[in-house]
């Protein structure tokens, strides 16, 4: 047992972003199932955990739980509801880290909860089909999070294919799509509304993310340096060094992704032409250049 306790240490330790939130959101899970068996089965009247993470519509009980808006997009109450999530998470997550660093996933994830928080709260207080429901309502899951991730992998690289089976290769774009209008369309269901509500406002932010970026702008930089100024305060401090160094500027992630994007670019359009006119047919650069791709 201690070795596989450690061995799920060193996996998060050494996991990317993506593989960190899903064991994240399965400890959040176990954890809250123990919680939930000992308060059972000795009879303890402890705190509804569900509730106390969950994020509230009712404005006055959110106030008191501020910290709802985070804690709610880690948090889930059935298996299935999990597991499904967790499953959306790593196919499209997969396809996310190919361009993009985990960096700018985690940040993401994060700024598309917080999306569908806020679309949430907004919804149940302003929408008379919502208004009329339960002042009680509490709102968990991560799908917010992970439809963000979703929609910025699909409309960033919409020609990328997925095989699904008994259907065979889908553009993951039409998948995004189908999910955004299966929410949509879900809206007037009672059963889950806040959920299918948050949905739409994460993929929204993550829809805005890859129209964005493609036009050069980075909506989850700010995101990034307040989780790097969070995780600080926990990290012991080191002592300041006297020695001057000078840093050489690095590429942001936006200017490394483009390079790698238009470098593939040229790698493919010398692949066609070695295709068509063979080998002999390349200009010395061009067989430079390739011969400098066979290598990384």
Do not use: C
Not at 133 to 152: C, D, P, Q, Y
Request: glycine share 8%; no cysteine; charged share 20%.
């Amino acid at each position: 047992m201690a070795d596989f306790i450690e061995r799920l240490k060193q996996q998060y330790k050494n996991g990317s972003v993506m593989t960190r939130l899903i064991f994240i959101n399965v400890f959040v899970f176990i954890a809250l199932k123990i919680v939930s068996v000992v308060s059972t089965l000795f009879n303890l009247y402890a705190v509804d955990m569900i509730s106390f993470l969950g994020i509230p519509s009712y404005i006055p009980l959110l106030l008191h739980r501020i910290w709802t808006p985070i804690t709610y997009m880690f948090v889930h109450e059935g298996f299935l509801h999990l597991l499904f999530n967790m499953l959306w998470l790593y196919w499209f997550g997969k396809i996310f880290m190919e361009y993009f660093t985990g960096r700018i996933l985690g940040s993401l994830y994060v700024l598309g909860g917080l999306a569908g928080a806020i679309l949430y709260v907004v919804a149940f207080n302003s929408i008379p089909y919502y208004t009329a429901m339960e002042r009680g309502s509490v709102m968990i899951g991560a799908s917010a999070a992970v439809m963000a991730i979703v929609m910025g992998a699909a409309f960033y690289r919409p020609d990328v294919q997925l095989n699904l089976l008994f259907l065979g290769p889908i553009k993951i774009v039409y998948i995004a799509i189908f999910a955004f209008v299966l929410d949509f369309l879900s809206l007037s269901n009672p059963m889950n509304p806040g959920g299918h509500v948050a949905h739409i406002g994460g993929a929204l932010l993550g829809y805005f993310f890859a129209i964005r970026y493609k036009n050069g702008k980075d909506i989850t930089r700010w995101m990034s340096r307040a989780i790097d100024w969070f995780v600080g305060l926990f990290k012991p401090r080191k002592h300041a060094s006297k020695m001057k160094v000078k840093y050489a500027r690095h590429e942001t992630d936006w200017e490394y992704n483009e390079r790698k994007h238009t470098e593939q670019e040229e790698i493919d359009t010398i692949l066609d032409k070695l295709k068509q006119s063979g080998y002999n047919g390349l200009s010395s650069e061009e067989k430079r250049k390739l011969f400098d791709a066979s290598k990384k």
